[in-house]
């Protein structure tokens, strides 16, 4: 059903007869027909990088089972070919959270280095270094041993925190506002494809004659592959594209906001930007939802296993989904919301609000219903899948509301943001482990269900009370003892009455 929704709403390609109106603009704003263009190009390569980034995040949480557990067959443990490595269960926690203690560290330098430099740099970097650390991994695990392996999490968390504030900026530049919905969608949809794809493969990997290892050798050489491709056909902007056709860069660029320029010619309006009330509403939002998000992701395995006896991890069907599914419904969501936004049916910011409050609000009235759900198997998955599928819709909500705000500084403020909800990222999930000291008391997992709700449901009513998607006077800020162009005006005019008057 969502996928048929979905192709109805795509199936009217743009074409030459298409007219878009910005406001402001008197001009009609036609998209060079329906092909594949430079954009296309440019958010699918991002795309595929949000999902290798993403693969290389989760591949040792499925590989980490293999890399400590003996196999065993008929009741007898065979000798590896690939050595078990001796991590107990709070060795291997440790492991998997030190990835996000590097990924807080980085986020605001990282929107910065983007805005001077350009995001194209930044996001090969990224992903190269990325590649060659795991692509290390087996090696570090034999020989270096935890502590060695613990360094290179961390290093990796850092450097893929420059990820998603490059991933913004660059957006903000490439994708036409009459297609922003459905760019961006994909592009973040990255993380969904990548799960997805990790925990498909990375199994049939670990089984293989090549063991473990090969899971992160795999990962790493197409995460390096990506980099040299991209490092050949990324462009920081339609400005600087070698493959965009004229008919697309004006396209584009008159599209976006009169007010997009070039930001390393600006200082960052530090002052503005703390005291800004839309920014702040989209902060509030983003904490609201990366703790309900990282709460649901990391404790569904248990929470089912514990109330039902199903191990969700080894089953493919419910392991992929949650994936899945919000994977789809993403896409169904930027088809609907494009097509609204261009028809003139909502307005940006009504959008914004609207599709975030089926993000947050949507998964904040499942998760109520599934803390009195009791010991219902059934309606359980079907809540906790519904609560994943309705929160895809966070693409369209405040997790783009960086580029309305300001398309010069948007790598900035996902740094800002991301980087200081990742805190909720970590004590969610040690939330939980401090509430649940019975894996299967209801009661206890009724507490974590309804305070994840009441945060979605904050971080969504802050944002609809004070958000908005207008681009806002800092975004271009003047240096000091510039003129803009209406107060120039405006003075030569006063400067001709007083000649009239004299």
């Not at 078990?84 to 280095?113: C, E, H, N, R």
């Not at 462009?235 to 396209?251: C, G």
């Not at 039902?308 to 993403?330: E, H, N």
Request: hydrophobic share 45%; charged share 15%.
């Amino acid at each position: 059903m969502c996928i048929w929704i979905y192709t109805r709403c795509i199936k009217e390609r743009e074409s030459e007869d298409t007219v878009y109106h910005r406001p402001g603009n008197p001009e009609d704003i036609r998209p060079p027909g329906s092909g594949f263009g430079a954009r296309h190009l440019q958010c699918f390569m991002v795309f595929l990088g949000t999902a290798i980034a993403y693969s290389l995040r989760v591949n040792l949480s499925v590989g980490i089972v293999s890399m400590t557990t003996p196999k065993v067959e008929n009741g007898t443990t065979i000798e590896p070919e690939f050595p078990v490595l001796p991590w107990d269960g709070s060795m291997k926690g440790t492991i998997l959270s030190s990835f996000f203690w590097g990924y807080l560290l980085l986020q605001i330098p990282a929107g910065q280095l983007a805005e001077k430099f350009g995001p194209k740099v930044l996001l090969t970097i990224t992903i190269f270094i990325s590649g060659f650390i795991t692509a290390l991994t087996p090696f570090v695990a034999i020989y270096g041993g935890f502590r060695w392996m613990l360094f290179t999490r961390v290093v990796l968390g850092a450097v893929q925190g420059f990820l998603y504030p490059s991933m913004s900026y660059l957006l903000a530049k490439w994708t036409p506002t009459p297609e922003r919905g459905r760019l961006v969608t994909w592009v973040y949809n990255g993380n969904n494809f990548g799960n997805l794809v990790t925990m498909a493969v990375a199994g049939v990997l670990a089984d293989s004659r090549w063991g473990w290892p090969s899971i992160f050798y795999v990962s790493g050489g197409i995460a390096i592959l990506w980099a040299l491709v991209y490092c050949y056909v990324g462009a920081n902007n339609p400005q600087d594209s070698r493959t965009i056709s004229e008919a697309e860069r004006k396209y584009i660029l008159s599209t976006l906001p009169s007010s997009s320029t070039d930001r390393s010619a600006q200082k960052t309006p530090w002052k503005e930007i703390v005291t800004s009330v839309p920014m702040w509403a989209v902060l509030i939002s983003h904490l609201g939802q990366n703790w309900g998000f990282w709460t649901l992701l990391t404790q569904i395995p248990s929470y089912i296993t514990n109330m039902f006896g199903l191990d969700i991890k080894k089953s493919g069907y419910l392991s992929a989904l949650p994936y899945a599914s919000s994977f789809v419904l993403a896409l169904v969501y930027a088809a609907i919301g494009d097509a609204l936004n261009n028809k003139n049916i909502l307005t940006r910011t009504a959008s914004r609000k609207m599709w975030n409050t089926v993000a947050l609000w949507g998964p904040a009235l499942t998760l109520c219903l599934l803390a009195f759900s009791g010991t219902h198997e059934t309606l359980a998955l079907f809540l906790l899948v519904s609560s994943l599928a309705l929160n895809s819709a966070v693409n369209l909500g405040f997790l783009s509301n960086h580029m309305d705000l300001s398309p010069n500084f948007a790598g900035t403020l996902m740094g800002i943001t991301n980087g200081l909800a990742n805190i909720t990222s970590i004590a969610g999930p040690l939330y939980v482990g401090y509430i649940v000291t019975d894996p299967k008391s209801l009661v206890q997992w009724r507490i974590v269900f309804l305070t994840s709700a009441a945060l979605f449901f904050v971080g969504n009513l802050i944002f609809i009370l004070f958000g908005t998607a207008e681009v806002q006077p800092w975004n271009a800020p003047q240096e000091e003892g510039a003129e803009t162009e209406t107060a120039s005006k405006e003075k030569e005019q006063q400067s001709n009455a007083k000649q009239i008057l004299n």
